[in-house]
C-alpha cells in the first residue's frame, strides 16, 4: 500500500519556529550560522580522528560516531528548518514528513546510547585501568556501536510505524519546524492512544535506562577519583569526563522536558524552544566541548596543521 493511501492529507506545511516577521530573517541568519558551525566542526572532529593514529583509541572511536550522528541528524530537519524563514509556506510531503521522523528518530536514540556508552568507557578507564585493554577491545566497541545502531532502528521504527497507521483528514498545518511525533499526534483525526502508549514506552525506555547508567557510571567514577591521592591525577581524571558530563546534560535535559511529558500539556512554543537545545545546539557544541577541553584533541590538530604547513612549504621549494 503507498504511503499515501494511509491518509487523505498528502502534504503538510511546516508552520516553523515563529510566525513574527520581524525575527524571521536574524533567526535564518543565527541557524545558518549555527549549522555551518556544526557542519565544520563535527566533519572536522570525524576527519582529524580518522587522520591522527595517535586518536585511534576507544574514546575517540565513539566521539567519531557522535559526530557522525550529530553530522547526519542535524542535516535531517534544518534544511526545511531554514526555509520557514523565506517561504511563505513550507510545504513536506506526506512521504518526506515520515522519512524525516524515522531518520530524526533514529540517529537521536542512536545518540542517546553512544552517549551511554560513552559514560561507561570512561568508567572502566578510570576504576579499572588494568583491564582497559580487554574489556574495551576492538570488537567489544565494535559491539556496543553497533547496538547503539540497532537500538535506534528499532526505535524508530516503532514511532514511524504506528504513525503510519493514522490518519490525517484535513488539519495539514504542522505547528513545529520538523516533523516531530507530538505536533503529527496533534493533527490526527483517529485516536491516538497506542502511539501515546509506544511514546511512553518507547522514550521513557530510551531516557531512563541510559540516565540511570550514566548516573550509576559516573557515581562510581567520582568515588574512584575521590579516592586518588594526588591532585594533579583528580584534576586530569575530572577533566575527562567534564566534557562529556555537559553534553549528556544538556542533550538529557532538553530531551527529557520534551518527551516526558503527555502531548497535550504545556505550551508549544516552550516545547519548539526546548527542541532546539537538543536539534541544534547539543549538535553544534559538542565538537566545541570535546576539542576545546581535550588536550589529545587540541596537540593532534597543531600535529596536523604543521604537516601541512610542512608539505604545502615542501611543495613550494622543492
Not at 491518509?7 to 506545511?13: G, H, K, Q, Y
Not at 502511539?195 to 557515581?219: D, K, M, R
Not at 566545541?288 to 587540541?298: H, T
Request: hydrophobic fraction near 45%; charge should be positive.
Amino acid at each position: 500500500m503507498a504511503l499515501e493511501n494511509a491518509s487523505s492529507v498528502t502534504e503538510f506545511i511546516l508552520a516553523g519556529l515563529t510566525d513574527q516577521p520581524e525575527l524571521q530573517l536574524p533567526l535564518f541568519f543565527l541557524f545558518v550560522g549555527t549549522y555551518v558551525i556544526t557542519i565544520v566542526g563535527n566533519l572536522g572532529l570525524i576527519i582529524l580522528i580518522r587522520m591522527n593514529s595517535q586518536l585511534h583509541t576507544p574514546m575517540y572511536y565513539f566521539l567519531f560516531n557522535l559526530s557522525f550522528i550529530d553530522l547526519c541528524y542535524s542535516s535531517v530537519f534544518t534544511p526545511k528548518m531554514l526555509m520557514n524563514f523565506v517561504l511563505k509556506k513550507n510545504i513536506i510531503s506526506y512521504s518526506g514528513c515520515m522519512a524525516q521522523l524515522y531518520f530524526f528518530c533514529f540517529f537521536v536514540i542512536s545518540e542517546i546510547y553512544v552517549l551511554t556508552i560513552m559514560a561507561y568507557d570512561r568508567y572502566v578507564a578510570i576504576c579499572s585501568p588494568l583491564l582497559y585493554n580487554v574489556t574495551m577491545s576492538n570488537q567489544v566497541c565494535s559491539w556496543l556501536v553497533g547496538g547503539a545502531y540497532v537500538l535506534g532502528f528499532t526505535g524508530a521504527m516503532a514511532h514511524t510505524g504506528c504513525m503510519l497507521r493514522l490518519s490525517f483528514c484535513d488539519a495539514n498545518v504542522i505547528n513545529h519546524y520538523m516533523c516531530d511525533v507530538f505536533p503529527l499526534l496533534q493533527l490526527s483525526c483517529t485516536s491516538t492512544y497506542v502511539n501515546e502508549l509506544v511514546v511512553f514506552i518507547v522514550v521513557g525506555t530510551n531516557i531512563i535506562v541510559p540516565s540511570v547508567t550514566i548516573f550509576t557510571s559516573y557515581a562510581l567514577i567520582l568515588s574512584s577519583i575521590l579516592s586518588i591521592s594526588s591532585t594533579e591525577g583528580r584534576s586530569k581524571a575530572f577533566s575527562t569526563c567534564s566534557s562529556h558530563i555537559i553534553a549528556v546534560a544538556l542533550f538529557f535535559g532538553s530531551a527529557s522536558f520534551m518527551y516526558l511529558k503527555p502531548p497535550s500539556s504545556g505550551s508549544v512554543d516552550h516545547s519548539k524552544v526546548s527542541s532546539i537545545f537538543y536539534t541544534n545546539v547539543g549538535p553544534m557544541v559538542n565538537p566545541l566541548i570535546y576539542s576545546l577541553r581535550n588536550k589529545d584533541v587540541q596537540s593532534a590538530l597543531r600535529r596536523t596543521l604543521k604537516r601541512r604547513i610542512f608539505f604545502r612549504t615542501a611543495a613550494q621549494f622543492p
